[in-house]
């Protein structure tokens, strides 16, 4: 089992920025592939926001990209979100996604979501 654990949300002013981490913990050995940051909004549905995959490759939103920015720590097992330029329609939970190894097999997880605010 593999816990994964958010941070860093919180609110912020437009323009400004926020920086989410993801960290993966658990009992066993894993690897993890892919990792993502999706987001919510109240009446909407889940959304991808970005994704790495392990060697590093990134896919971003139309709506973030030149914003937003993914990144991770193999050695840490983390993944970062950096958001810049933040209005108020990037408000959301915003959850952490991870496809994660566990011998022979592969499973997809999710952070407990961490909220964004961005105020007018």
């Known amino acids: 089992q593999v816990t994964l654990v958010e941070s860093g949300g919180g609110l912020v002013q437009a323009g400004g920025s926020l920086r989410l981490s993801c960290a993966a913990s658990g009992r066993s050995s894993f690897s993890i592939n892919g990792l993502g940051w999706y987001r919510q909004a109240p009446g909407k549905q889940r959304e991808e926001v970005a994704s790495?995959?392990?060697?590093?490759?990134?896919n971003y939103a139309d709506f973030v990209k030149g914003r937003f920015t993914i990144a991770r720590d193999n050695a840490k097992n983390t993944v970062y979100l950096q958001m810049n330029s933040l209005n108020p329609e990037d408000t959301a939970v915003y959850y952490c996604?991870?496809?994660?190894?566990?011998?022979?097999?592969?499973?997809?997880?999710w952070g407990q979501g961490t909220q964004v605010t961005v105020s007018s």
């Open positions: 790495i995959s392990r060697s590093g490759t990134t």
């Open positions: 996604h991870a496809t994660i190894v566990i011998g022979s097999r592969i499973d997809h997880y």
